[in-house]
Structure formats: C-alpha cells, structure tokens
C-alpha cells in the first residue's frame, strides 16, 4: 500500500501441557517454550513494529520464589530486543552457575522467562504516543495468586467513555482513560469478585486459608468472569489473558472483526492472530489449525484441560475484510487465493478504460502488498489474450505459418515501474523542501514507457492518496506515457474505521474529499451542513438509534463519478499524461472474499452499533474543524 496504514497488533499464547523436561528430552531443549514464541512473533512482525512484549507465567512455583516475568521494547527492532534481553539474562545466569542446565527443575527456579504459559504481543500504535508504557502485555499484580492478570490484545473499543464511566461507578479509579487500561481493570475486577465470593464459599464448608488457595485455581469459572467483564464491550478484539495461577484465555469478539487461530496436541496449544505463523512456528500442517469461533474464548486451566466456551452470543459475522487485502501475511494460503482473485476481477474494467489496445500498454504494481493482486491480473490478462488469439486463428483458417506465430507471439507488457527505495526522513519542514523528498520514496525504471504507451498500476487500496499525488503519480509521469491508470484491489474507503486501523478522520480519505468537491460543482454543498444537523441531533442517543447520516454525502453520486473526480484531484500533480482512477466494486469484494464481509470503511455499514455514533463523530469534527479523536 502506498499509503502506509497501522493496524493495531497481533498475539501469541503458548501454553505447555507437558513438563519443562519432556522438550528438553524430546526436542533438545527447555527453552522450547521461549524459541517457538520468538517464531511466532517473528512472523507476525507485520502487525506491529512500534513495540514488542513478552510474558511468562510458572506453575506450581513455591510461595516466596518469582513465577511472573515480563520483558517490552520500543526500540527499532523490538522483537529482537525482546529476546536479546532475555538471551542475554539466560546466558549470564548458565554463565554462572553451569551445572543448571543438567536440571530442569532448578534450572526453572532459577531462570526467569523460562515457563509453562507464554504470552506475546506486537504494536502497532494507532492512537497515543509510542512509550513502553503503552506496549503490552499489561500487568495486574496481586498477592493472591488468582488475581494477577496478564493481559494483551489486538482490539479497539469503540466505547470507551461508557467502560470508564462503568469502572468509576465500581468505586474504582483508572490510573489512565484508554481502552487497554479500562479493559484490563473491568476483567480483573470480575477476577477478584469471583475471588472473594469462592473464598468465602469455600470458608463455609470448612476448608483452611491455605486449602482455599489451591481449591480456587482449580475451581474458578474463567469462562464466567469474560462474560461479565465484557457484557457491554463495543469494538472489534482478540485478547488473550494469563493468569497468576496457571489459567490462560484468549477471547474473540462476537462479530469476529479481528481473526484468531490456534491449534492443540498433547504437548502444546497455541494461538495466535496469523494462521501462517502457527504453520511456520510448529510445521504443521494448515488442516489442523482452527479458526477461532467468534464471541468464544480458548481456555486453558493450569493443570492443562482446554476448552472452547461461548463469551458472548455471536452476532451477524463481519470479519474484516482489509485483513485479507493488505494487513495479514500474504502466504496465509486462502489470503494468496483472495489477493489473487481481486486483481482478476477488476481486470474488465481496466481492459475497457484501455480499450483492449493490450500492445501500447504497460502492466505494473506498487509494491509491496499488490504484488499479489497483480498476479491474477496478470493470468485474467493471458487469459484474455488466448481467448483473442483462439479466436483470431479459427476465424481465419487459411493463415500462413508466419502469421500464426506473429499472433501467438503477443505477450502482456509486464514491467517493473516503481521500486520502492528508502523511506526518507522528512527532517525539512520547509513545506517545499519536504515534499521534494517524499517525491523520492519510490524510484521508476526508465526506459520500457513509449509516449504512445498507457501504464496501468495496480495499488491493493488507495486511502488517503497522499503518497499517490506526493511521490508516485509525479515519478510515474516523468516516463510520459499518454495515460496512467491507477487500480485498486480494493474498493473506496469512505469512511473512518473505529477497530483498530488508523483511519479516524473523514476529511483525510481522498473519497471524502471527491464527493465535497463534487457537491461544490453540482451547488449541492448546503447538504454538508443538513447532515452536521442531523448528526448533532443525534448526541446522546442510545448507540443502536443512532443512524449513519454520512451516506447522504456519497448517495448523491455513482462510484464512477467519486473515482473520477479523484482522478481530477491528482491530476494536478501531473504535468505530461492523463490520470485514471479505477477502484474493485463491493460486489467483486465479496465474491473474492466470501468469509470476511467486514466492509464499514467502504460502504459505512457498521458491525457494531457503536460505529453509527464514531461516524457521526468524525463528520461533525470535520465541520467544526476538530482534530480529535471520535471515539
């Protein structure tokens, strides 16, 4: 994409279900725990790299010795610095006592990290400053074993203002207004409810303080506390949880925004937020891995049963579609297939804006996410010439041999343009200056561009279009081709998202910005003043009354009528060639993603009731011209 968006995180949790000493035997060593969860993050890295963190959980430690461990990093490699660290302090801690190593057992009392249930998390930072205080996993600690929470997560709560409000009703009060903090303290407050009342249950029929303990890790209903915790939740979450005395949890949301896998054997469960990762991490086969089922949690207790259990009713699925088109690995194998067929699909209406003149056009994409993309519209492009050349040989029968083999000779235009060189530091604020080195983030191939040519470019989606108009359309235009047509893989983004990606504000989606330019031509634009009214007299409303009045903006215009207009807008970065803009349909979106019908930032159909009011939000900080935050 080059318009480079955040996405939240992504998670691991590995829990061994066999003793420290059963991998050091069966794969060589004890830290196989601590190796595979480095892997796991390692390939999940595309999901976050402002910050990495990593936590542990012993079992059956004794009173008195260390059993939580946690380690976080903002450096600029932070999961390299995560296990460095940990590297490092395993090392120095064999350095000097050697003879650990012969003993499991003391060689886990001694060193930290080195655990049964591991949890680890990598950020991206869509809101809020990149501190290590922001990275997770998040702490909760307690005396009492069961109440110390670890908790990290890929989510964004749309409702956040009505979760803090809740705590403070509580008698509680947040160190912090965020959605991780609040979050954290609403589960751990259920925690120490069921706690408390299990302690005083237990005390009743006879049991001693210490019995009471060991009696409340096994009993406590995990399953139970999740659902109190997060009756009112609004937002797209995976969140995996630890707990002081050996449960673990990871928990999805009931419209199944955000994607969870995991996968379970006699030795080992995992999961984590990336199919393709488990595949890598443990060589297994993608058959035996699972899809996590939405508003259900994975939920391990410490002496090793596992358990699917329904949180919360599942609701209509609308898993995230931009998942599929740019933010997942694109080696996830149904992930490849989908990318593949969104530049197959849209090949029709690039055949036709070049009006099928295949010899005077150049093929191409921006990379890295569209290469993809690319390929299937590259094999519909072959397929698209057999068809011609089938044609053009029976419609003929008395061709001569040479004319046969000047027909079947014909081949796409395939080049690389643009190659993406370094992301420039844009340390000139100079206005001029600096968008002079934007221009420069990606470098073209001279040479194979005739001034007859039209260059098609295919992006997976175009946002915000700033790298478009800064960087890419003015470097592609110094080849001089007659036309260049730039593709999307995806539809327009209209609107805001409010789970987890960094599209928050309306008026920097260059769709926006088209369909206000488009209400200026047509002396329509009082409309924009009619919905901030609407929207303002909506405040207050519960979520599920509030209706999205932002499609009225867009109603007023065909999909072709938005695309051109962008079109028009860039093209004022152009001096030599004339700009196209061809954008996938919702309807091709489906069909080539039938599973994650997720689709709110295309077409403003919200999966949670909270998205209505985030959207209304985003419009009316627009008008007054507010830079903050919807939600």
């Not at 490092?88 to 003391?106: G, H």
């Not at 694109?330 to 010899?359: C, F, Q, T």
């Not at 700033?466 to 081709?481: E, N, Q």
Request: aromatic share 10%; with cysteine.
């Amino acid at each position: 994409m080059s318009d480079e968006l955040k996405h939240e995180c992504g998670i691991a949790h590995i829990r061994l279900l066999k003793s420290l000493d059963f991998y050091k035997k069966k794969y060589g060593s004890a830290f196989y725990g601590i190796n595979k969860m480095y892997l796991l993050m390692e390939k999940q890295h595309n999901r976050g790299q402002d910050g990495a963190g990593f936590a542990s959980i012993k079992l059956n430690v004794e009173p008195g010795k260390k059993f939580i461990s946690r380690i976080r990093s903002i450096e600029k490699q932070p999961i390299q610095d995560v296990f460095s660290k940990i590297n490092t302090r395993i090392n120095s801690d064999l350095k000097n006592n050697p003879n650990l190593i012969k003993n499991t057992s003391k060689l886990k009392a001694s060193v930290p990290y080195l655990a049964e249930s591991l949890l680890g998390h990598v950020r991206y930072g869509t809101f809020g400053g990149n501190s290590v205080e922001n990275v997770q996993p998040l702490l909760r600690q307690n005396n009492w074993k069961h109440r110390n929470l670890i908790l990290a997560g890929n989510f964004n709560m749309t409702n956040v203002a009505e979760l803090f409000n809740n705590l403070i009703e509580l008698g509680q009060h947040p160190k912090e207004y965020s959605d991780t903090i609040t979050i954290m303290e609403k589960i751990g407050h259920y925690l120490d409810d069921a706690v408390r009342k299990m302690y005083k249950d237990l005390k009743k029929e006879g049991y001693s303080k210490m019995e009471c303990s060991e009696l409340i890790s096994d009993r406590i209903d995990i399953s139970r506390v999740l659902k109190k915790a997060s009756k009112n939740w609004d937002g797209g979450y995976v969140m995996g949880g630890l707990l002081g005395h050996g449960d673990s949890f990871v928990m999805r949301d009931p419209v199944g925004i955000r994607p969870a896998f995991y996968y379970k054997d006699e030795e080992v469960v995992v999961v984590a937020s990336e199919r393709p990762a488990i595949q890598n991490a443990f060589n297994i086969d993608i058959n035996k891995i699972k899809e996590l089922d939405p508003g259900s949690a994975i939920i391990i207790k410490n002496k090793g049963e596992v358990a699917i259990k329904k949180i919360n009713k599942k609701a209509d699925i609308k898993a995230c579609s931009f998942e599929r088109i740019y933010f997942s690995r694109g080696n996830d194998a149904d992930i490849y297939s989908e990318r593949k067929k969104l530049g197959k699909l849209i090949m029709p209406k690039v055949l036709n804006e070049i009006n099928y003149d295949i010899k005077n056009t150049v093929f191409s994409y921006i990379p890295n996410t569209a290469e993809t993309s690319f390929f299937g519209m590259a094999e519909s492009l072959e397929e698209f010439l057999n068809q011609k050349k089938t044609e053009a040989i029976i419609k003929n029968k008395k061709l001569s041999e040479e004319k046969i083999i000047d027909i079947l000779s014909e081949r796409p235009r395939i080049e690389k343009i643009a190659v993406k060189d370094v992301k420039l530091r844009t340390f000139i604020t100079e206005d001029n200056s600096r968008d002079d080195l934007v221009e420069h983030v990606y470098d073209i191939t001279y040479g194979v561009i005739k001034p007859t040519d039209s260059l098609v470019i295919i992006d997976d989606s175009i946002v915000r279009g700033t790298t478009l108009k800064k960087s890419i359309l003015k470097m592609l235009d110094r080849l001089k081709p007659k036309k260049i047509v730039v593709v999307s893989s995806a539809p327009q983004v209209r609107y805001p998202d409010c789970y987890g990606i960094d599209m928050a504000n309306l008026d920097s989606l260059i769709a926006f910005k088209a369909a206000l330019e488009l209400l200026k031509d047509k002396k329509k634009y009082g409309l924009v003043k009619e919905i901030y009214n609407k929207c303002k007299s909506q405040k207050g409303l519960p979520d599920k009354e509030i209706i999205n009045h932002v499609k009225d903006i867009y109603n007023m215009f065909t999909a072709d009528e938005i695309s051109d207009k962008i079109a028009e807008i860039l093209s004022v970065y152009v001096n030599n060639s004339k700009v196209k803009i061809i954008y996938q349909s919702i309807e091709n979106l489906h069909y080539a993603c039938p599973n994650h019908t997720g689709d709110w930032y295309f077409t403003g159909n919200y999966p949670t009731p909270g998205g209505n009011r985030v959207v209304n939000n985003a419009f009316i900080n627009f008008y007054e011209g507010n830079k903050k935050r919807a939600y």
